[in-house]
T-cell receptor, first 113, second 114 residues
Framework: DAKTTQPNSMESNEEEPVHLPCNHSTISGTDYIHWYRQLPSQGPEYVIHGLTSNVNNRMASLAIAEDRKSSTLILHRATLRDAAVYYCILSQNYGGSQGNLIFGKGTKLSVKP | ETGVTQTPRHLVMGMTNKKSLKCEQHLGHNAMYWYKQSAKKPLELMFVYNFKEQTENNSVPSRFSPECPNSSHLFLHLHTLQPEDSALYLC?????????????FGPGTRLTVT
């Protein structure tokens, strides 16, 4: 299974941008980069995913390095509700076992008022 | 509210009890999953069902028995559990035949085995 490396924890101030890094040096050509987050006492929720190009949605932006060996999840203005564990996951984007999500330990983001 | 509900939200059971966890998805998805999240450990995939057929069993002990009677419902039957089985059990669903492989998770059942 392709693996990812994330910092254990990060801190941010409210209303400031947050850049959450993820290294995935063994990524294969067909691996998509997915981000999920898990708020306290809740199940994980999908944030964003991408393959090669940078992606934007209403929750966040995903910046993918040209060699695809790293990526960064960008929260443009952190709020207290963004405090969560963020998971960076590589997955083939189709069914079968290669499409399963393998969660690591993620990055615990704390947001200070 | 993700469209995936789980009941009960909390469960305390003895090692000799038999109980069941229930998951229901209201999203029209055709794949459902059980995950286990123990304290200080990453989420572990337990079972995967695609179109009601079990396609993954990640070496889960037989004291955990899944059942998927239709594409909207998933059960996890529990019997003779051990204290180390205490964990948050999460259910998820996804649409298998779309380009976006996005899973929707329920809130989980917090299980304590005494």
């Amino acid at each position: 299974d392709a693996k990812t490396t994330q910092p254990n924890s990060m801190e941010s101030n409210e209303e400031e941008p947050v850049h959450l890094p993820c290294n995935h040096s063994t990524i294969s050509g067909t691996d998509y980069i997915h981000w999920y987050r898990q708020l306290p006492s809740q199940g994980p929720e999908y944030v964003i995913h991408g393959l090669t190009s940078n992606v934007n949605n209403r929750m966040a932006s995903l910046a993918i390095a040209e060699d695809r060996k790293s990526s960064t999840l960008i929260l443009h203005r952190a709020t207290l509700r963004d405090a969560a564990v963020y998971y960076c996951i590589l997955s083939q984007n189709y069914g079968g076992s290669q499409g399963n999500l393998i969660f690591g330990k993620g990055t615990k983001l704390s947001v200070k008022p | 509210e993700t469209g995936v509900t789980q009941t009960p939200r909390h469960l305390v059971m003895g090692m000799t009890n038999k109980k069941s966890l229930k998951c229901e998805q209201h999203l029209g998805h055709n794949a459902m999953y059980w995950y286990k999240q123990s304290a200080k450990k990453p989420l572990e995939l337990m079972f995967v069902y695609n179109f009601k057929e079990q396609t993954e069993n990640n070496s889960v002990p037989s004291r955990f028995s899944p059942e998927c009677p239709n594409s909207s419902h998933l059960f996890l039957h529990l019997h003779t559990l051990q204290p180390e089985d205490s964990a948050l059990y999460l259910c998820a669903s996804s649409q298998e035949d779309t380009r976006v492989y996005e899973q929707y998770f329920g809130p989980g059942t917090r299980l304590t085995v005494t």
